[in-house]
């Protein structure tokens, strides 16, 4: 597996993550035979939320990969906190302590390789933040910070305040969710996907060094499921079949590769939990398509170039 460093920090991550939002379907016994096969993949970056499963996810990941000090150095643990389903999103200092504290407890560790802001909250005060990721970063409990869902303006307001560099903004991106790509491809234009929906986030990321991890890497809009093997993109199907064939993987592999094959340097969070999709999105590091493959895939997904 291909490796590289999580936004200007020195941690070096896999370029494809597993992101654990869905593992709370799993057994005990399940869950310990699929994250081993993860780590056979070299897929040791493990993306979490305090929310997930209602915080299953995480419970149960602590207790399918214990943590004994040889193991927790093996593997990278993300995680994020911010959101209050269903009622607000919190940004304040003594919900994100509070929330780190759940986390590492139910995970069984005593730090989290990297904390994500989970999404924007109006009522941030950027100084509490800072005070929260100073007392986190201090007592050792959290070494890196980033974002997730955030714009450009968002990520330097509070950049302004934190002392931390924020290393990585997680955001939905996937072949047919790939506006902030076509928003720049279109620019000045009057078609839909000139439309600027995230305040240039993808050449904000780039010039600041800032990592995009690609959530839902697989679905369509608005949690509308999967896109492969889907026959409203009957089109995109039949040429990620055909590129598959030539680079000897499946659909996932191609769909995985198109995401890794932009030169940001984007870390992809698959959330499967099928050891054959696992290994695809794994291997799909090794494959590097071409320009045309790149733009045929891109068109098939129903973009359209100016
Ligand atoms: N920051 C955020 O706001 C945010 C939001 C959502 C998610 N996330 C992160 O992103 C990660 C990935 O999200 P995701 O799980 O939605 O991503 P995904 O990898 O795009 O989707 C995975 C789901 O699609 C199914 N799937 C994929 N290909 C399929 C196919 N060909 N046929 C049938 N089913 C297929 C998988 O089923 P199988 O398990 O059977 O493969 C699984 O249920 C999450 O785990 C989480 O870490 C972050």
Same mark, same amino acid.
């Given at each position: ?10 941690? %070096?991550? /896999?370029?494809?993550? =597993? ?6 379907? =799993? ?6 035979? $699929?994250?081993? +096969? ?13 929310? #997930? ?6 419970? =149960?990941?602590?207790?399918?990969? /214990? ?12 995680? %994020?906190?911010? +959101? ?17 504290? *759940? ?8 730090? &989290? ?26 007592? *050792?409990?959290?070494?890196?910070? *980033?974002?997730?869902?955030?714009? @450009? ?6 950049? %302004? #305040?934190? %002392? ?35 305040? *240039? ?16 890497? #697989? ?11 889907? /026959? ?21 592999? +191609?769909?995985?590769?198109?995401? &890794?094959?932009? @030169? ?5 969070? /698959? ?6 999709? =696992? ?12 320009? @045309?493959?790149? $733009? ?9 170039? @100016?």
């Amino acid at each position: 597996m291909r490796t590289m460093n999580l936004g200007v920090s020195d941690l %070096k991550v /896999p370029v494809v993550g =597993l992101g654990c939002m869905r593992l709370s379907g =799993l057994s005990l016994h399940q869950a310990n035979q $699929y994250l081993n +096969i993860c780590l056979e993949e070299g897929v040791n970056f493990f993306d979490h939320a305090d929310i #997930y499963g209602g915080g299953q996810c995480e419970e =149960l990941f602590g207790k399918a990969l /214990p943590m004994h000090a040889d193991a927790r150095e093996r593997i990278i643990l993300q995680s %994020k906190c911010g +959101i209050v389903p269903g009622v607000m999103f919190d940004f304040s200092r003594a919900h994100i302590l509070s929330s780190v504290e *759940g986390i590492l407890r139910r995970l069984g560790t005593e730090y &989290l390789d990297v904390l994500l802001l989970h999404r924007p909250d109006a009522l941030m005060e950027p100084e509490e933040v800072a005070a929260a990721f100073d007392e986190l970063y201090t007592s *050792g409990k959290v070494r890196h910070f *980033g974002v997730s869902n955030q714009r @450009p303006y968002q990520m330097a307001l509070l950049q %302004k #305040y934190v %002392k931390q560099p924020l290393i990585a903004n997680q955001l939905q991106l996937s072949l047919p969710v790939s506006n902030m790509i076509a928003a720049g491809l279109e620019a000045n234009m009057t078609s839909d996907g000139a439309f600027d929906r995230d305040g *240039g986030v993808l050449d904000y990321c780039r010039l600041n060094q800032i990592t995009i991890q690609a959530w839902s890497p #697989y679905q369509m809009k608005e949690w509308q499921g999967p896109f492969i093997d889907n /026959p409203r993109y009957e089109k995109l199907n039949a040429l990620m079949a055909e590129l598959a064939e030539k680079y000897g993987t499946g659909k996932t592999g +191609i769909a995985t590769a198109w995401l &890794l094959r932009h @030169p940001a340097g984007i870390q992809v969070l /698959p959330g499967t939990m099928n050891a054959d999709r =696992l290994r695809q999105a794994a291997r799909a590091s090794e494959i590097t398509l071409t320009r @045309p493959e790149w $733009y045929q895939l891109y068109l098939a997904a129903g973009h359209i170039l @100016p």
